[in-house]
C-alpha cells in the first residue's frame, strides 16, 4: 500500500516570503500522481498544482511550484510572493494509474499541514 | 457549472441512530468517491463508483457503512447505529471519467457529529 507522509505539522511565512512544505511518499509502482490540495476552514478541498510522475520537468501553477524527487520519493511545494488567502491546510495526495491495482482511482492523502501567513 | 455540493452541512445526532448523507456531483461526471476526514488529518478514502456500481468499496470500515449511486449522479452515504467513533467530517469528490489522470473536485463536506 502506498504512504504519504508529511512532517511539518505547521509552518508560518511573513506575506510576500517564500515557504516550503515537504511531503515524501512510499509506493512500488512507477506511473502515478502527486498531488497538492488546499483546505481553507471552509472545508473545501482546492487542487493548488499536480505532478505527473513520468514528467521530469517540475509543474509550476503561477506562484506555486513543485519540488518532485521520483528517485527520493519527495515531492515539495514552494509557494513564493505568499498572500494572506494562502493561509490554510495543506495536503499532499497520491494517486496511482495502474488500472489493475488496489490505489486505483482513490487518493491518499498524507496528514496535512497548516499554513500561517504573517501580515 | 454548479460544484459538488453536500448536505446537510452539519449532522448532529445520538449514538446508535441511522444517518443519510447526500452527495450531488458535478453534473456529467460518472466517477464519485467517499472520503472521511478525522478532526486534525488527511481525508481517508471509503468507497469510489463509477456510474452506478462501487468500483472499490475497501475503505468502508464495517458494514454499518453503506453507499448508494442508484442513477449514476446522486450518491448517499448510509451509516447505521452510529457511534462516537463516526464523527468526523465525511467529503465527497467527482470526476469526469474516474481515470487516474482525472482531476478530483471535492465539495465542502458534511460535518457528522455523534453524541
Known amino acids: 500500500a502506498q504512504t504519504v507522509t508529511q512532517s511539518q505539522p505547521e509552518m508560518s511565512v511573513q506575506e510576500a516570503e517564500t515557504v516550503t512544505l515537504s511531503c515524501t511518499y512510499d509506493t512500488s509502482e512507477s506511473d502515478y500522481y502527486l498531488f497538492w490540495y488546499k483546505q481553507p476552514p471552509s472545508r473545501q478541498m482546492i487542487l493548488v498544482i499536480r505532478?505527473?510522475?513520468?514528467?521530469?520537468q517540475n509543474a509550476t501553477e503561477n506562484r506555486f511550484s513543485v519540488n518532485f524527487q521520483k528517485a527520493a520519493k519527495s515531492f515539495s511545494l514552494k509557494i513564493s510572493d505568499s498572500q494572506l488567502g494562502d493561509a490554510a491546510m495543506y495536503f499532499c495526495a497520491y494517486r496511482s494509474l495502474n488500472a489493475g491495482g488496489t490505489s486505483y482511482g482513490k487518493l491518499t492523502f498524507g496528514q496535512g499541514t497548516i499554513l500561517t501567513v504573517h501580515p | 457549472g454548479a460544484g459538488v455540493s453536500q448536505t446537510p452541512s452539519n449532522k448532529v445526532t445520538e449514538k446508535g441512530k441511522y444517518v443519510e448523507l447526500r452527495c450531488d456531483p458535478i453534473?456529467?461526471?460518472?466517477?464519485l468517491y467517499w472520503y472521511r476526514q478525522s478532526l486534525g488529518q488527511g481525508p481517508e478514502f471509503l468507497i469510489y463508483?463509477?456510474?452506478?456500481?462501487?468500483?472499490?468499496d475497501s475503505g468502508l470500515p464495517n458494514d454499518r457503512f453503506f453507499a448508494v449511486r442508484p442513477e449514476g449522479s446522486v450518491s448517499t452515504l448510509k451509516i447505521q447505529r452510529t457511534e462516537r467513533g463516526d464523527s468526523a467530517v465525511y467529503l465527497c469528490?467527482?470526476?469526469?471519467?474516474?481515470?487516474?489522470?482525472?482531476?478530483?473536485?471535492f465539495g465542502p463536506g458534511t460535518r457528522l457529529t455523534v453524541l
Open positions: 505532478q505527473e510522475a513520468y514528467k521530469q
Open positions: 463508483f463509477q456510474g452506478t456500481g462501487a468500483a472499490d
Open positions: 469528490a467527482s470526476s469526469l471519467q474516474g481515470t487516474g489522470t482525472d482531476t478530483q473536485y
Open positions: 453534473s456529467g461526471h460518472t466517477a
